[in-house]
């Protein structure tokens, strides 16, 4: 199975929807958790066989939805899952729900490191209870709801103490640029926004940074599928 390049997910027309690290997101508001269930619900009979593509959140205003395909460790979009999300926003419109896709986000984690197995073992073991539950480059793969995906950023060996852990925050596109206008205003600073808009760094006032990634200006796929 094939997959599929950031900018051919950008390319598919999906209004609702918004790529992120390694898969398609959506928000539609609802009215209390009970209409959000039984819209979760209709959304995974419209996926029918692929309904294991999609892991949904209901809570009492909104369904947070997450489309990819799923490998033994990892994640990756292909065109199965942009059908998948195709129909769940024909459901959304029966059920007269709006989207928000301006709202969706994605947190990563990256450690800078110059012993990626090393650390990519420990890592895994901490946080998924297996120490091979990782992407076949070391990234500890979000598998378990709640937990951002780990990745390892290679280095050259260095002195500690420095800053090591980053975020990496996944924004909607159009968001991006008001959510760094906000942060600089809040007391933070741009440090590189040399790559922009595929990512920009950013410094709270005690020189902490986080990068604000948007799948803008990205070659390749959100995840590499096994050889």
Not at 134 to 141: I, K, S, T
Not at 145 to 169: C, I, K, N, S, Y
């Amino acid at each position: 199975m094939e997959a599929l390049k950031y900018s051919d997910v950008l390319a598919a027309g999906l209004p609702d929807w918004r790529v992120l690290a390694q898969a398609i997101h959506a928000r539609y508001r609802v009215a209390d958790t009970r209409a959000g269930a039984a819209f979760a619900l209709a959304a995974a009979d419209a996926a029918g066989e692929r309904a294991d593509h999609l892991e949904l959140t209901v809570g009492p205003t909104a369904v947070d939805l997450r489309c990819a395909t799923r490998f033994e460790k990892g994640l990756w979009i292909t065109a199965d899952d942009l059908e998948v999300a195709r129909a769940v926003s024909a459901v959304a419109r029966e059920h007269g729900l709006e989207a928000e896709p301006h709202l969706v986000v994605q947190l990563e984690l990256g450690l800078d490191t110059w012993s990626v197995p090393a650390q990519s073992r420990f890592w895994a073991a901490l946080l998924t209870g297996d120490p091979d539950h990782h992407h076949a480059e070391g990234d500890v793969v979000d598998l378990l709801p709640g937990l951002p995906q780990v990745w390892f950023q290679r280095t050259d060996a260095h002195e500690t103490p420095r800053q090591r852990w980053h975020l990496d925050l996944w924004l909607d596109p159009e968001v991006a640029p008001g959510r760094i206008e906000a942060a600089v205003a809040a007391g933070g600073t741009v440090v590189d926004a040399d790559e922009a808009p595929s990512f920009v760094v950013v410094a709270d006032p005690e020189g902490n940074r986080v990068c604000v990634c948007t799948a803008l200006d990205r070659e390749g796929a959100p995840a590499t599928p096994p050889a």
